[in-house]
């Protein structure tokens, strides 16, 4: 049974910074790229990073990009993600969610997710 | 920047058949991908590739896309059924894109 298992969520003060990992079980991790998904209080999802498979290719979406740092471990089947420069609205819940890719028809979606875990920038 | 759009929420009888749908640009050339998400839970994979049930997802659900909609059908609906559902697709440009979220509610 695949699993995805986020940990490191917590309070933080804005300009702080916090590491989430995410550890992976039930298939070959190294085979897929994973990605992080949040989701602020009562709002919807937005994708925010991911890394391939290798860990050479790493994405962000423009609202992190600088400030965050996604990164894998193979051999302990872990992912995280480094967050600095925190701001209020960086509070959400972090979801990791592994992603399949069918590139010849460009497309990938992602299943599973884990349970998610929230982080709450004060300010 | 490639955008989808959804209702805020859907409401349908207990029984009844329920339809949310999808908005954007020609999405009838992209792959639709259907998440459900119940009330402090992860989302859930419902439909895949705009037609295609996960294993262990009811027959119930199922999927189309054409057109500048797609379009999540939820048959004999169930109390169980209510839940925000978000479409998503990949772009080439935008990349990874969720829709809104539409609240399902069964009446």
Sequence with gaps: ?123 | SYELTQSLSVSVALGQTARITCGGNNIGSKNVHWYQQKPGQAPVLVIYRDTNRPSGIPERFSGSNSGNTATLTISRAQAGDEADYYCQVWDNTSGWVFGGGTKLTVL
């Excluded at chain 1, 709002?43 to 890394?51: I, Q, Y």
């Excluded at chain 1, 872990?78 to 209020?88: E, I, N, P, V, Y």
């Design chain 1, 1 to 123: 049974d695949e699993q995805l298992l986020e940990s490191g969520g917590g309070l933080v003060q804005s300009g702080g910074s916090l590491r989430l990992s995410c550890a992976a079980s039930g298939f070959t991790f190294s085979n897929f790229a994973i990605s992080w998904v949040r989701q602020a209080p009562g709002k919807g999802l937005e994708w925010v990073s991911a890394v391939s498979g290798g860990g050479d290719s790493t994405y962000y979406a423009d609202s992190v990009r600088g400030r965050f740092t996604i990164s894998r471990d193979n051999s302990k089947n872990t992912l995280f993600l480094q967050m600095s420069s925190l701001r209020a609205e960086d509070t959400a819940v972090y979801y990791c969610a592994k992603e399949i890719l069918v590139a010849e028809a460009g497309t990938m979606w992602f299943d599973p997710w884990g349970q998610g875990t929230l982080v709450t920038v004060s300010s």
